[in-house]
Antibody, heavy 121, light 108 residues
């Protein structure tokens, strides 16, 4: 059974960098699949942030691309998200997920439980 | 960017009734590249349907998806108590991936 678990600070100050890690169990990241991050502001809908392959090939939502970096560490079977210059608008529940790649785009079949990150001074 | 508009915003139905959820794309996308998710309060989304009409592993057959042009539909044939939740569509026919605003299915 594939399981994903997000971890990282629950509170980040404005203008700083949000950093989260997603630990994967029950499946080796090196075995294939893309891996993605999605967020959900409180009471709102879902927004895709970006996705990465085990080789490091990545792609991002253009609305966030200038501030986002997703990386993968196959030795630790985890992948990470960094979002720079955060503002209150970045307050959200952040989910990591396994992504099925179809013709250059993803849908998501396994999700972590999500972690709330608040941006506040 | 493909904008997905879900309707209605809220669907109030009784146990055993049929639910029909709509998702309309702002432009033509490869018709099979739509997924549907269910999200309960405080939980992560769960994949229900991919490829517009293929049920994900373990999803009951009362859930079905269909497509016609830029219109996509999720149907729940007979609502059970655990089906009352939020539902989101997602397109992956083009980047960026986008989600609809959601439909809440509530008990009438």
């Amino acid at each position: 059974q594939v399981q994903l678990h997000e971890s990282g600070p629950g509170l980040v100050k404005p203008s700083e960098t949000l950093s989260l890690t997603c630990a994967v169990s029950g499946y080796s990241i090196a075995g294939g699949y893309y891996w993605g991050w999605i967020r959900q502001p409180p009471g709102k809908g879902l927004e895709w942030i970006g996705s990465i392959y085990q080789s490091g090939s990545d792609y991002y939502n253009p609305s966030l691309k200038s501030r986002v970096t997703i990386s993968v560490d196959t030795s630790k079977n985890q992948f990470s998200l960094r979002l720079s210059s955060v503002t209150a608008a970045d307050t959200a529940v952040y989910y990591c997920a396994r992504a099925i790649m179809v013709r250059g785009a993803n849908y998501f079949d396994y999700w972590g439980q999500g972690t709330l990150v608040s941006v506040s001074s | 960017e493909v904008v997905l508009t879900q309707s209605p915003g809220t669907l109030s139905l009784s146990l055993g009734e049929r639910a029909t959820l709509s998702c309309r794309a702002s432009q033509s996308i490869t018709s099979i590249y739509v997924a549907w998710y269910q999200q309960k309060r405080g939980q992560a989304p769960r994949l229900l349907v991919y490829g517009a009409s293929s049920r994900a592993t373990g999803i009951p057959d009362r859930f079905s998806g269909s497509a016609s042009g830029t219109d996509f539909t999720l149907t729940i044939s007979r609502l059970e108590r655990e089906d009352f939740a939020m539902y989101y569509c997602q397109q992956y026919g083009s980047s960026p991936l986008t989600f609809g605003g959601g439909t809440k299915v509530e008990i009438k």
